[in-house]
């Protein structure tokens, strides 16, 4: 009983935070216009570098994706070769698995190791195979998760690598496992913004990289 109200209470959570981002989704969508009329008003400098910021955060945030889905990729494969040189069964499936729980940050690739491990061990009968297999796994996803992406993520985007950790780690302190898919594309945006004006240049400059920052 404890456990079917745990679940339930973090469905509750999980549904009602849903409705209250597609709420702010609604309420934006119909301000678009009002948006746009607004911006048009502003002199041609300061619109022109609002609109600026927008398409770079735009196409950044596209790049972004585009970079989550190749890591995501590069990790099912090296899952699916680890299961392969371990002789573990259903290899391809379980890099389909780390694929698709790449995009959930921490709990998906959590559960992207648990899973093989949990059947290596009924596979194997052994406790040691099955620790190495989960090492193992544990490892590659760790060097792919915390250190190639957040490089080439900071180096693709102009962030700093490390400010792109930080960035997940704050979110996901505020705001849970939603906040972890929403804190480098809020990172993103913001020093997109900052870029376009002179008195808060300084910080993307701060926290990015100058050279990417100018040729955006």
């Known amino acids: 009983m404890r456990a079917l109200q745990g679940i339930?209470?973090?469905?509750?959570?999980?549904?009602?935070?849903?409705?209250?981002?597609l709420l702010y989704v609604i309420l934006g969508l119909l301000e678009v216009s009002d948006l746009g009329a607004r911006i048009r008003r502003l002199t041609d400098?300061?619109?022109?570098?609002?609109?600026?910021?927008?398409?770079?955060?735009?196409?950044?945030?596209?790049?972004?994706?585009?970079?989550?889905?190749i890591m995501s990729a590069a990790t099912g494969i090296a899952v699916w070769a680890l299961a392969t040189a371990f002789g573990l069964r259903f290899a391809a499936e379980w890099g389909i698995v780390a694929f698709t729980l790449n995009y959930i940050p921490f709990i998906g690739p959590a559960f992207a190791t648990?899973?093989?491990t949990c059947y290596a061990l009924a596979q194997f009968q052994s406790p040691q195979s099955a620790l190495i297999v989960f090492a193992c796994l544990s490892t590659a996803q760790f060097i792919?998760?915390?250190?190639?992406?957040?490089?080439?993520?900071g180096n693709t985007l102009g962030i700093s690598p490390s400010l792109v950790l930080f960035s997940v780690f704050l979110?996901?302190?505020?705001?849970g496992i939603f906040g972890a898919f929403i804190g480098v594309p809020i990172t993103i945006a913001v020093l997109s913004f900052c870029a376009?004006?002179?008195s808060t240049r300084w910080l993307a400059e701060l926290l990015g990289k100058e050279t990417i920052m100018d040729g955006a």
Request: zero cysteines; charged letters at 20%.
């Open 171 to 175: 979110w996901t302190f505020l705001w």
């Open 114 to 116: 648990i899973l093989p």
């Open 144 to 153: 792919i998760g915390s250190y190639i992406e957040p490089r080439v993520a």
């Open 196 to 198: 376009q004006f002179a």
């Open 45 to 69: 400098d300061d619109a022109a570098r609002i609109i600026s910021g927008f398409e770079l955060a735009a196409s950044r945030i596209r790049r972004y994706l585009l970079i989550r889905t």
């Open 8 to 21: 339930s209470a973090r469905l509750n959570t999980m549904v009602s935070f849903w409705l209250v981002v």
